[in-house]
Protein backbone atom coordinates (compact mmCIF):
# COMPACT_ATOMS: atom_id res chain seq x y z
CA UNK A 1 0.00 0.00 0.00
CA UNK A 2 1.78 2.95 -1.49
CA UNK A 3 -0.53 5.70 -1.16
CA UNK A 4 -3.88 7.00 0.82
CA UNK A 5 -5.71 5.97 -3.06
CA UNK A 6 -4.72 2.31 -1.63
CA UNK A 7 -6.29 2.44 1.54
CA UNK A 8 -9.59 1.20 0.95
CA UNK A 9 -12.19 2.21 3.40
CA UNK A 10 -15.87 0.66 3.69
CA UNK A 11 -18.53 3.08 4.62
CA UNK A 12 -21.63 1.07 6.41
CA UNK A 13 -24.80 3.23 7.31
CA UNK A 14 -28.42 3.28 6.96
CA UNK A 15 -28.53 6.73 6.30
CA UNK A 16 -28.42 7.61 2.46
CA UNK A 17 -27.55 11.18 3.20
CA UNK A 18 -25.00 11.00 5.93
CA UNK A 19 -23.25 8.26 3.87
CA UNK A 20 -23.03 10.60 0.89
CA UNK A 21 -21.55 13.09 2.85
CA UNK A 22 -19.01 11.05 4.44
CA UNK A 23 -17.69 9.64 1.30
CA UNK A 24 -17.46 13.04 -0.20
CA UNK A 25 -15.13 14.05 2.36
CA UNK A 26 -12.92 11.04 3.23
CA UNK A 27 -12.85 10.78 -1.10
CA UNK A 28 -11.66 14.51 -1.08
CA UNK A 29 -8.65 13.40 0.54
CA UNK A 30 -7.59 11.15 -1.09
CA UNK A 31 -8.87 7.70 -0.07
CA UNK A 32 -10.62 5.31 -1.98
CA UNK A 33 -14.43 4.47 -0.32
CA UNK A 34 -17.14 1.97 -0.80
CA UNK A 35 -20.52 2.25 0.98
CA UNK A 36 -23.21 -0.56 2.32
CA UNK A 37 -25.95 0.34 4.43
CA UNK A 38 -26.29 -2.82 6.68
CA UNK A 39 -24.01 -5.11 8.84
CA UNK A 40 -24.81 -8.22 6.38
CA UNK A 41 -24.21 -6.08 2.84
CA UNK A 42 -20.56 -5.39 4.76
CA UNK A 43 -20.15 -8.94 5.59
CA UNK A 44 -20.43 -9.91 2.01
CA UNK A 45 -18.43 -6.83 0.59
CA UNK A 46 -15.12 -8.00 3.15
CA UNK A 47 -15.61 -11.52 1.90
CA UNK A 48 -15.04 -10.31 -1.40
CA UNK A 49 -12.54 -7.31 -1.84
CA UNK A 50 -9.61 -6.16 0.36
CA UNK A 51 -10.85 -3.69 2.56
CA UNK A 52 -8.39 -1.64 5.12
CA UNK A 53 -10.86 0.48 7.55
CA UNK A 54 -14.62 0.15 8.15
CA UNK A 55 -16.29 3.34 9.33
CA UNK A 56 -19.97 1.61 10.74
CA UNK A 57 -22.84 3.51 12.36
CA UNK A 58 -24.21 1.53 15.18
CA UNK A 59 -27.77 2.03 15.08
CA UNK A 60 -28.86 -0.06 11.44
CA UNK A 61 -31.87 -2.84 10.69
CA UNK A 62 -30.96 -6.37 9.84
CA UNK A 63 -27.48 -6.21 11.29
CA UNK A 64 -25.87 -3.33 13.74
CA UNK A 65 -23.08 -2.17 14.33
CA UNK A 66 -22.03 -4.28 17.30
CA UNK A 67 -23.13 -7.67 15.82
CA UNK A 68 -20.99 -6.25 12.58
CA UNK A 69 -17.71 -5.70 14.60
CA UNK A 70 -18.14 -8.96 16.42
CA UNK A 71 -18.39 -10.65 12.80
CA UNK A 72 -15.35 -8.82 11.63
CA UNK A 73 -13.05 -9.64 14.84
CA UNK A 74 -14.18 -13.09 15.19
CA UNK A 75 -12.75 -13.63 11.10
CA UNK A 76 -9.42 -13.69 9.89
CA UNK A 77 -9.89 -10.11 8.22
CA UNK A 78 -7.15 -8.03 8.88
CA UNK A 79 -8.87 -4.65 9.04
CA UNK A 80 -9.41 -1.80 11.15
CA UNK A 81 -13.21 -0.52 12.96
CA UNK A 82 -13.90 2.62 13.53
CA UNK A 83 -17.29 3.21 14.98
CA UNK A 84 -19.59 6.42 14.35
CA UNK A 85 -22.55 7.46 16.95
CA UNK A 86 -24.85 9.60 18.10
CA UNK A 87 -23.89 11.71 20.81
CA UNK A 88 -26.62 9.84 22.82
CA UNK A 89 -24.86 6.83 22.52
CA UNK A 90 -21.20 7.76 23.58
CA UNK A 91 -21.27 4.59 26.05
CA UNK A 92 -22.17 2.34 23.72
CA UNK A 93 -18.92 2.92 21.06
CA UNK A 94 -16.81 2.95 24.02
CA UNK A 95 -18.18 -0.46 24.37
CA UNK A 96 -17.37 -1.50 21.34
CA UNK A 97 -13.46 -1.03 21.78
CA UNK A 98 -13.63 -3.63 23.53
CA UNK A 99 -14.91 -6.26 20.88
CA UNK A 100 -12.55 -4.87 18.30
CA UNK A 101 -13.15 -1.06 17.17
CA UNK A 102 -10.35 0.78 17.54
CA UNK A 103 -12.10 4.02 17.97
CA UNK A 104 -15.54 6.11 17.71
CA UNK A 105 -16.60 9.01 15.86
CA UNK A 106 -19.78 11.28 17.07
CA UNK A 107 -21.54 12.28 14.38
CA UNK A 108 -22.28 15.99 15.31
CA UNK A 109 -18.73 16.93 15.23
CA UNK A 110 -16.72 18.35 12.66
CA UNK A 111 -15.44 15.63 10.22
CA UNK A 112 -12.36 17.02 9.73
CA UNK A 113 -12.09 15.33 13.23
CA UNK A 114 -12.86 11.62 11.41
CA UNK A 115 -9.98 12.50 8.61
CA UNK A 116 -7.71 12.61 11.88
CA UNK A 117 -8.61 9.47 13.08
CA UNK A 118 -8.41 8.14 9.78
CA UNK A 119 -4.96 9.67 8.62
CA UNK A 120 -3.85 8.18 11.99
CA UNK A 121 -4.81 4.07 11.47
CA UNK A 122 -3.67 4.28 7.63
CA UNK A 123 -0.34 5.45 8.58
CA UNK A 124 -0.62 2.76 11.45
CA UNK A 125 -1.15 0.24 9.02
CA UNK A 126 1.89 1.73 6.16
CA UNK A 127 3.94 1.22 8.75
CA UNK A 128 2.90 -2.14 9.88
CA UNK A 129 3.00 -3.32 6.39
CA UNK A 130 6.62 -1.98 5.68
CA UNK A 131 7.77 -3.78 9.40
CA UNK A 132 6.36 -7.23 7.80
CA UNK A 133 8.21 -6.68 5.05
CA UNK A 134 11.78 -5.95 6.76
CA UNK A 135 10.66 -9.30 8.86
CA UNK A 136 10.02 -11.36 5.93
CA UNK A 137 13.20 -10.38 4.51
CA UNK A 138 14.91 -11.24 7.19
CA UNK A 139 13.34 -14.11 8.32
CA UNK A 140 14.04 -15.59 4.71
CA UNK A 141 17.47 -15.60 4.74
CA UNK A 142 17.87 -16.66 8.96
CA UNK A 143 15.26 -19.56 8.27
CA UNK A 144 17.44 -20.90 5.02
CA UNK A 145 20.59 -20.73 6.81
CA UNK A 146 19.27 -22.87 9.88
CA UNK A 147 19.66 -26.27 9.16
CA UNK A 148 20.24 -29.97 11.33
CA UNK A 149 22.31 -31.26 8.52
CA UNK A 150 25.63 -32.18 9.25
CA UNK A 151 27.23 -31.27 5.55
CA UNK A 152 25.19 -28.14 5.21
CA UNK A 153 26.38 -26.65 9.10
CA UNK A 154 29.81 -28.30 8.37
CA UNK A 155 29.61 -25.21 5.26
CA UNK A 156 28.41 -22.47 7.28
CA UNK A 157 30.99 -22.85 9.40
CA UNK A 158 33.43 -22.81 6.15
CA UNK A 159 31.76 -19.17 5.23
CA UNK A 160 32.25 -18.29 8.93
CA UNK A 161 36.19 -18.62 8.52
CA UNK A 162 36.59 -17.25 5.55
CA UNK A 163 34.03 -14.28 5.54
CA UNK A 164 36.89 -11.97 6.53
CA UNK A 165 39.19 -13.23 4.28
CA UNK A 166 39.23 -11.78 0.23
CA UNK A 167 40.17 -15.13 -0.81
CA UNK A 168 37.38 -16.25 -4.14
CA UNK A 169 34.76 -18.69 -3.43
CA UNK A 170 33.32 -20.66 -5.58
CA UNK A 171 29.48 -22.24 -4.98
CA UNK A 172 28.73 -25.28 -7.06
CA UNK A 173 24.90 -26.85 -6.26
CA UNK A 174 21.53 -27.63 -8.88
CA UNK A 175 19.35 -24.39 -9.38
CA UNK A 176 17.50 -23.29 -6.35
CA UNK A 177 19.97 -24.41 -3.64
CA UNK A 178 20.42 -21.28 -2.30
CA UNK A 179 23.78 -20.05 -3.72
CA UNK A 180 23.03 -16.56 -3.50
CA UNK A 181 22.18 -16.53 -0.21
CA UNK A 182 25.47 -18.07 0.35
CA UNK A 183 27.45 -15.76 -1.10
CA UNK A 184 25.01 -12.72 0.91
CA UNK A 185 26.14 -14.83 3.80
CA UNK A 186 29.70 -14.52 3.35
CA UNK A 187 29.52 -10.85 2.41
CA UNK A 188 27.71 -10.15 5.77
CA UNK A 189 29.65 -11.84 7.88
CA UNK A 190 32.94 -10.26 6.90
CA UNK A 191 34.60 -6.66 7.00
CA UNK A 192 32.69 -5.72 3.23
CA UNK A 193 29.59 -6.08 5.31
CA UNK A 194 29.09 -2.35 5.05
CA UNK A 195 29.98 -2.46 1.47
CA UNK A 196 27.79 -2.97 -1.54
CA UNK A 197 27.22 -6.66 -2.13
CA UNK A 198 26.45 -6.57 -5.92
CA UNK A 199 24.87 -9.99 -7.97
CA UNK A 200 24.45 -10.58 -11.24
CA UNK A 201 23.13 -13.64 -13.41
CA UNK A 202 25.41 -14.24 -16.58
CA UNK A 203 23.37 -16.75 -18.34
CA UNK A 204 20.90 -13.56 -18.05
CA UNK A 205 22.30 -11.28 -20.61
CA UNK A 206 23.37 -11.82 -24.36
CA UNK A 207 27.12 -11.84 -25.35
CA UNK A 208 27.04 -7.93 -26.29
CA UNK A 209 25.23 -6.77 -23.54
CA UNK A 210 27.44 -8.80 -20.75
CA UNK A 211 30.33 -6.94 -21.20
CA UNK A 212 28.98 -3.25 -20.36
CA UNK A 213 27.26 -4.45 -17.59
CA UNK A 214 30.52 -5.90 -15.94
CA UNK A 215 32.90 -3.48 -16.92
CA UNK A 216 30.74 -0.50 -18.05
CA UNK A 217 30.94 2.15 -21.12
CA UNK A 218 32.11 5.47 -21.95
CA UNK A 219 29.68 7.80 -23.86
CA UNK A 220 29.74 6.80 -27.32
CA UNK A 221 31.63 3.88 -27.15
CA UNK A 222 29.27 2.45 -29.24
CA UNK A 223 25.67 2.73 -31.07
CA UNK A 224 23.37 3.43 -28.67
CA UNK A 225 25.83 4.23 -26.07
CA UNK A 226 23.98 7.50 -24.84
CA UNK A 227 25.87 8.45 -21.29
CA UNK A 228 28.74 6.78 -18.90
CA UNK A 229 27.39 3.38 -17.25
CA UNK A 230 29.17 2.33 -14.44
CA UNK A 231 29.82 -1.45 -14.59
CA UNK A 232 28.79 -4.09 -11.90
CA UNK A 233 32.61 -4.08 -11.06
CA UNK A 234 32.64 -0.90 -10.46
CA UNK A 235 29.74 -0.82 -8.45
CA UNK A 236 30.87 -3.70 -5.92
CA UNK A 237 34.18 -1.69 -5.37
CA UNK A 238 35.15 -2.40 -2.04
CA UNK A 239 32.58 -5.07 -1.23
CA UNK A 240 31.30 -8.42 -3.23
CA UNK A 241 30.41 -9.45 -6.44
CA UNK A 242 28.50 -12.00 -7.12
CA UNK A 243 28.68 -13.87 -10.83
CA UNK A 244 26.26 -16.67 -10.74
CA UNK A 245 26.03 -18.94 -13.41
CA UNK A 246 29.87 -18.23 -13.99
CA UNK A 247 30.07 -20.85 -16.70
CA UNK A 248 28.09 -19.18 -18.78
CA UNK A 249 29.56 -16.56 -19.89
CA UNK A 250 31.02 -15.96 -23.22
CA UNK A 251 34.60 -17.31 -23.71
CA UNK A 252 35.20 -13.96 -25.23
CA UNK A 253 35.09 -12.39 -21.97
CA UNK A 254 36.60 -15.18 -19.93
CA UNK A 255 39.67 -13.86 -20.68
CA UNK A 256 39.60 -10.75 -19.56
CA UNK A 257 37.73 -11.15 -16.57
CA UNK A 258 41.16 -13.41 -16.15
CA UNK A 259 43.12 -10.45 -16.80
CA UNK A 260 40.91 -8.48 -14.61
CA UNK A 261 41.52 -10.66 -11.25
CA UNK A 262 45.12 -10.85 -11.73
CA UNK A 263 45.49 -6.92 -12.06
CA UNK A 264 43.10 -5.57 -9.99
CA UNK A 265 42.12 -3.32 -12.85
CA UNK A 266 39.21 -2.50 -15.29
CA UNK A 267 39.01 -0.40 -18.20
CA UNK A 268 35.57 0.81 -19.31
CA UNK A 269 34.48 -0.17 -22.93
CA UNK A 270 35.63 2.99 -25.18
CA UNK A 271 38.01 3.92 -22.79
CA UNK A 272 41.85 3.65 -22.02
CA UNK A 273 41.69 4.46 -18.60
CA UNK A 274 42.70 2.13 -15.91
CA UNK A 275 40.75 1.72 -12.90
CA UNK A 276 41.89 0.30 -9.96
CA UNK A 277 39.76 -2.60 -8.21
CA UNK A 278 38.96 -4.19 -4.07
CA UNK A 279 36.82 -6.31 -5.00
CA UNK A 280 36.03 -10.02 -3.19
CA UNK A 281 34.82 -12.13 -6.02
CA UNK A 282 32.61 -14.87 -5.36
CA UNK A 283 31.14 -17.15 -7.89
CA UNK A 284 28.81 -20.35 -8.51
CA UNK A 285 27.42 -22.69 -11.30
CA UNK A 286 24.60 -25.20 -11.56
CA UNK A 287 27.57 -27.08 -14.24
CA UNK A 288 30.58 -29.33 -13.35
CA UNK A 289 33.12 -26.88 -14.22
CA UNK A 290 35.55 -29.94 -15.21
CA UNK A 291 32.93 -31.16 -18.16
CA UNK A 292 32.87 -27.44 -19.35
CA UNK A 293 36.32 -27.38 -19.46
CA UNK A 294 36.79 -30.89 -21.30
CA UNK A 295 33.88 -29.36 -23.77
CA UNK A 296 36.20 -26.22 -24.16
CA UNK A 297 33.49 -24.27 -23.29
CA UNK A 298 35.14 -22.74 -19.95
CA UNK A 299 38.84 -22.07 -19.38
CA UNK A 300 40.88 -24.11 -16.78
CA UNK A 301 43.36 -20.84 -15.96
CA UNK A 302 40.19 -19.27 -14.81
CA UNK A 303 38.74 -22.10 -12.71
CA UNK A 304 42.17 -21.75 -10.47
CA UNK A 305 41.54 -18.28 -10.48
CA UNK A 306 38.06 -18.62 -8.60
CA UNK A 307 38.33 -21.84 -6.85
CA UNK A 308 40.46 -20.97 -4.19
CA UNK A 309 37.33 -22.25 -1.96
CA UNK A 310 35.01 -24.28 -3.66
CA UNK A 311 31.73 -25.25 -1.90
CA UNK A 312 29.40 -27.61 -2.49
CA UNK A 313 25.77 -27.09 -1.52
CA UNK A 314 23.81 -30.35 -1.19
CA UNK A 315 20.34 -30.40 -2.63
CA UNK A 316 16.87 -30.21 -0.22
CA UNK A 317 16.92 -34.61 -1.24
CA UNK A 318 20.13 -35.04 0.92
CA UNK A 319 18.74 -32.92 3.96
CA UNK A 320 14.95 -33.97 4.38
CA UNK A 321 15.80 -33.44 7.87
CA UNK A 322 15.70 -29.76 7.72
CA UNK A 323 12.37 -30.38 5.17
CA UNK A 324 9.58 -29.93 8.38
CA UNK A 325 11.20 -26.77 9.46
CA UNK A 326 11.05 -24.92 5.72
CA UNK A 327 7.65 -26.22 5.10
CA UNK A 328 6.68 -24.53 8.18
CA UNK A 329 8.64 -21.42 7.38
CA UNK A 330 7.08 -20.88 3.88
CA UNK A 331 3.74 -22.22 4.51
CA UNK A 332 3.06 -19.19 7.71
CA UNK A 333 5.11 -16.55 5.18
CA UNK A 334 2.47 -17.32 2.02
CA UNK A 335 -0.57 -17.48 4.71
CA UNK A 336 0.45 -13.48 5.20
CA UNK A 337 1.27 -13.27 1.97
CA UNK A 338 -2.02 -14.89 0.63
CA UNK A 339 -3.98 -13.16 3.96
CA UNK A 340 -5.07 -16.79 4.36
CA UNK A 341 -5.11 -18.95 7.59
CA UNK A 342 -4.19 -22.78 7.40
CA UNK A 343 -5.41 -24.34 10.75
CA UNK A 344 -4.31 -27.97 8.91
CA UNK A 345 -2.14 -29.81 6.92
CA UNK A 346 -3.91 -33.32 6.28
CA UNK A 347 -1.30 -35.97 7.16
CA UNK A 348 -1.35 -37.80 3.86
CA UNK A 349 -0.81 -34.45 2.25
CA UNK A 350 2.28 -33.66 4.67
CA UNK A 351 3.64 -37.28 3.86
CA UNK A 352 3.62 -36.23 0.59
CA UNK A 353 5.56 -33.11 0.75
CA UNK A 354 7.99 -35.03 3.26
CA UNK A 355 8.80 -37.85 0.83
CA UNK A 356 8.86 -35.49 -2.21
CA UNK A 357 13.05 -35.00 -3.50
CA UNK A 358 12.30 -31.31 -4.78
CA UNK A 359 14.75 -31.42 -8.28
CA UNK A 360 13.70 -27.60 -7.80
CA UNK A 361 14.48 -27.43 -4.44
CA UNK A 362 13.83 -24.60 -2.23
CA UNK A 363 12.27 -22.54 -5.65
CA UNK A 364 9.95 -25.66 -6.09
CA UNK A 365 8.94 -26.12 -2.74
CA UNK A 366 8.31 -22.57 -2.57
CA UNK A 367 5.51 -22.64 -5.35
CA UNK A 368 3.91 -25.95 -4.22
CA UNK A 369 3.28 -24.16 -1.06
CA UNK A 370 1.98 -20.97 -2.52
CA UNK A 371 -0.23 -23.11 -4.84
CA UNK A 372 -1.43 -25.81 -1.59
CA UNK A 373 -2.47 -22.40 0.09
CA UNK A 374 -4.38 -21.13 -2.71
CA UNK A 375 -6.05 -24.01 -3.21
CA UNK A 376 -7.00 -24.50 0.46
CA UNK A 377 -10.39 -24.61 1.94
CA UNK A 378 -11.95 -23.56 5.43
CA UNK A 379 -8.08 -23.62 6.43
CA UNK A 380 -7.34 -26.91 5.85
CA UNK A 381 -4.73 -28.43 3.22
CA UNK A 382 -5.80 -32.00 1.83
CA UNK A 383 -3.78 -33.98 -0.39
CA UNK A 384 -5.56 -33.39 -3.25
CA UNK A 385 -4.36 -29.42 -3.40
CA UNK A 386 -1.18 -30.89 -4.26
CA UNK A 387 0.13 -31.33 -8.05
CA UNK A 388 -0.44 -34.50 -9.24
CA UNK A 389 3.24 -35.06 -10.39
CA UNK A 390 3.84 -35.12 -6.10
CA UNK A 391 2.18 -38.24 -5.40
CA UNK A 392 3.53 -39.75 -8.47
CA UNK A 393 6.89 -38.52 -7.90
CA UNK A 394 6.59 -39.32 -3.98
CA UNK A 395 5.15 -42.94 -4.24
CA UNK A 396 1.78 -42.48 -2.95
CA UNK A 397 -0.31 -43.45 -5.73
CA UNK A 398 1.32 -46.94 -5.57
CA UNK A 399 0.80 -48.02 -8.92
CA UNK A 400 2.64 -51.30 -9.69
CA UNK A 401 2.57 -52.68 -13.28
CA UNK A 402 3.92 -56.07 -13.84
CA UNK A 403 7.19 -55.79 -15.63
CA UNK A 404 7.12 -58.45 -17.88
CA UNK A 405 3.77 -56.95 -19.23
CA UNK A 406 4.02 -56.26 -23.41
CA UNK A 407 4.94 -52.39 -23.25
CA UNK A 408 0.74 -51.35 -24.34
CA UNK A 409 -0.72 -54.01 -21.70
CA UNK A 410 1.79 -52.14 -19.37
CA UNK A 411 0.49 -48.79 -20.13
CA UNK A 412 -3.21 -49.77 -19.80
CA UNK A 413 -2.53 -51.20 -16.44
CA UNK A 414 -0.91 -48.29 -15.62
CA UNK A 415 -3.50 -46.11 -16.38
CA UNK A 416 -6.26 -47.83 -15.11
CA UNK A 417 -4.82 -48.00 -11.67
CA UNK A 418 -3.16 -44.71 -11.87
CA UNK A 419 -6.79 -43.16 -12.60
CA UNK A 420 -8.19 -46.16 -9.95
CA UNK A 421 -6.30 -44.14 -6.94
CA UNK A 422 -6.77 -40.62 -8.20
CA UNK A 423 -10.70 -41.04 -7.56
CA UNK A 424 -9.86 -42.59 -4.20
CA UNK A 425 -8.12 -39.71 -3.22
CA UNK A 426 -10.60 -37.10 -4.28
CA UNK A 427 -13.47 -38.60 -2.77
CA UNK A 428 -14.86 -40.28 -6.21
CA UNK A 429 -15.46 -36.73 -7.09
CA UNK A 430 -14.86 -36.87 -10.96
CA UNK A 431 -14.63 -32.94 -11.15
CA UNK A 432 -12.00 -32.48 -8.58
CA UNK A 433 -9.81 -35.89 -9.92
CA UNK A 434 -10.21 -34.29 -13.61
CA UNK A 435 -8.63 -31.30 -12.42
CA UNK A 436 -6.23 -33.08 -10.47
CA UNK A 437 -5.01 -35.18 -13.49
CA UNK A 438 -4.77 -32.03 -16.15
CA UNK A 439 -7.92 -33.00 -18.24
CA UNK A 440 -11.64 -32.57 -18.66
CA UNK A 441 -14.17 -34.29 -16.60
CA UNK A 442 -15.27 -35.39 -20.38
CA UNK A 443 -11.96 -37.18 -20.99
CA UNK A 444 -11.98 -38.80 -17.22
CA UNK A 445 -15.18 -40.52 -17.73
CA UNK A 446 -14.42 -42.00 -21.37
CA UNK A 447 -11.71 -43.33 -19.40
CA UNK A 448 -13.50 -44.48 -16.72
CA UNK A 449 -16.06 -46.13 -19.33
CA UNK A 450 -13.25 -47.80 -21.06
CA UNK A 451 -11.97 -49.47 -18.62
CA UNK A 452 -14.97 -50.34 -16.64
CA UNK A 453 -13.30 -48.16 -13.64
CA UNK A 454 -15.98 -47.82 -11.06
CA UNK A 455 -15.84 -43.84 -10.02
CA UNK A 456 -17.30 -44.47 -6.11
CA UNK A 457 -14.26 -45.10 -3.95
Not at 42 to 53: N, S, T, Y
Not at 251 to 261: D, I
Not at 323 to 351: C, H, N, T, W, Y
Not at 411 to 432: D, H, M, P, W
Request: hydrophobic letters at 40%.
Amino acid sequence: MNSKAGYRILIVDDEPEYQKVVSLILDGAGYHTDACSNGREAIEFVRDHEVHLVITDLRMPEMDGEELIKELTGSSLDLDIIVMTAYGSIESAVDTIKYGAKDYFVKSNDLEELIIKVERLAKLKRLEEKSNILLKNQNSENMFLQSQNETFLKLLDLCDKTANTNINVLLLGESGVGKEVFANYIHSRGGRCKEPFVPINCQAYPEGVIESELFGHEKGAFTGAMAKRIGKFEEANFGTLFLDEICDLPLSLQGKLLRVLENKKIERIGSNKSIDLDVRLISATNKMPESEIASGRFREDLLYRINTLTMVIPPIRERKEDLPGLIDFFLRKIEMEQKKKIVKVEDSAMSVLLNYDYPGNVRELKNIIERMVALSEDGVVAAEDLPVSLHVASGRRGVIVDQNLPLREARTAFEKQYIEKALQESGGNVTRCAGNLGITPRQLWNKINEYKIDPKP
